[in-house]
């Protein structure tokens, strides 16, 4: 399950808007050295974490010893893709899902029948890769395969939120209501309340979901903590800092290891106006994997404080990662420019011909904050108008909108080619 690249970057242009709760939170990094007993639950966690990728290691080669037993079984090679689908997620290494990718359209040019679930894996694995459109065709062909299952509506409606189909979501997810509490639809449905501006329905749907997880024996460590994950994004976006503390350090309480979460809490940080807090958390997060989000935050931390030679230094990094990555042009990366005033119009031309296949929330607000920084407001109102036309309660979103609302109605014409 895929969200908006944007999010990295959510809060990082926002200075003095973004939301605080009544008092400071707390965003200290544990220390590395503790008690006997901490020490303890550290080596636990880690041992965890390492017998379940070995055990995924073994599952890979027991299955390549079947596929090669016999070279056109479907069920090896969809038992292949879901495998490298989840050593994708777990390691962050893109080729994962590209082998993912090839194993799940291996096993369906061999048999479509009672194959479902490898649809459901090759659609995942799109989704990774940003290559909505394509998703769409499979889960579709899914969907018509087994209309009556509610989980395959429901990535349906994932994959039209991404592409900004708004009506096919909103009748996918209406569809799957009464079956929301399944874990595979429950965060769908949450995301789109949330998009949807029903922040509270939300965040009951996702803690729910979130409970039956934690309590389930048959799930990964990382699986777990990506519900944490969750659950903190949508009370950070909803600006109740503490909560997303909360939520995110439980899950760095599961794998305290993981880039998703110390990211987050760098981003937490970030909103807290806590540069210091925001280099510790980072730093920790780009040691396990490397991020173009994280990056940015650093360099503007450093800044911040006053060491504009280790900005620059983070700055330069994030831009050889962001060139270097594979997949779309990065949303993070190009919010990061805009902030920055810098490549204006390649920015513009890359996030308008992204438009023309998807169509989402965060593709319009993000053409229409390039427009703004290239000094063209009339077009920047448009393109913010479809930008909230869900009326989402995301803090960039909102911020974003009330910059280019105040803008002048008339521009100079040595403003429009500021950006150039």
Do not use: C
Not at 55 to 73: F, G, K, M, T, Y
Not at 80 to 109: I, K, P, W
Not at 286 to 305: C, E, F, N
Not at 408 to 414: D, F
């Amino acid at each position: 399950m895929m969200w908006p690249a944007v999010i990295g970057l959510t809060i990082a242009g926002l200075g003095g808007v973004a939301y605080h709760q009544a008092m400071a939170v707390d965003l200290t990094v544990p220390s590395a050295v503790g008690t006997a007993a901490t020490s303890s639950a550290v080596a636990s966690r880690e041992s965890k974490r390492e017998a379940e990728r070995a055990q995924r290691d073994v599952q890979i080669r027991v299955w390549n010893e079947a596929l090669a037993a016999d070279p056109v079984s479907a069920v090896s090679m969809g038992q292949l893709a879901a495998l490298h689908l989840q050593r994708a997620r777990e390691s962050g290494v893109f080729d994962e899902y590209l082998t993912s990718e090839a194993l799940a359209r291996r096993s369906l040019s061999t048999r479509t029948r009672r194959n479902a679930a490898t649809a459901v894996t090759l659609t995942n694995s799109l989704l990774a890769q940003h290559r909505f459109t394509d998703a769409m065709d499979v889960a579709r062909t899914l969907v018509s395969w087994e209309p009556e299952q509610p989980a395959y509506r429901a990535l349906l409606g994932e994959v039209a939120m991404e592409l900004g189909d708004d009506s096919t979501a909103a009748t996918m997810f209406n569809s799957v209501w009464t079956a929301r509490s399944g874990l595979s639809i429950a965060p769908r449905v949450a995301r789109w309340l949330e998009l949807t501006n029903h922040v509270e329905k939300a965040r009951r749907v996702l803690n729910a979901a979130r409970t039956e997880a934690l309590a389930r024996r048959d799930l990964s460590t990382e699986t777990k903590a990506w519900f944490h994950l969750r659950v903190g994004d949508l009370e950070l976006r909803a600006g109740r800092a503490r909560d997303a503390a909360t939520a995110y350090r439980a899950g760095l309480a599961l794998d305290d290891q993981d880039p998703r979460l110390l990211a987050a809490m760098a981003r937490l940080a970030e909103q807290q106006e806590q540069p210091a807090a925001v280099i510790a958390w980072g730093e920790r997060a780009i040691a396990v994997r490397m991020d173009p989000a994280t990056l940015g935050l650093l360099s503007k931390a450093y800044t911040t404080l006053g060491d504009h030679a280790k900005g620059r230094e983070y700055a330069q990094t994030l831009a050889v990662v962001a060139s270097a990555q594979q997949g779309p042009y990065d949303r993070a990366w190009s919010l990061y420019l805009l902030d920055q005033r810098e490549q204006v119009n390649t920015v513009l031309e890359k996030a308008k011909a992204e438009l023309e296949t998807r169509r989402d929330v965060y593709g319009y607000d993000l053409t229409a904050w390039a427009l703004y920084r290239a000094g063209r407001f009339s077009e920047a109102r448009e393109m913010m108008a479809q930008a909230m036309r869900l009326n989402t309660p995301d803090p960039l979103l909102q911020h974003h909108a009330a910059m280019i609302a105040a803008a002048p109605t008339v521009v100079s014409a040595s403003r429009e080619t500021a950006g150039r």
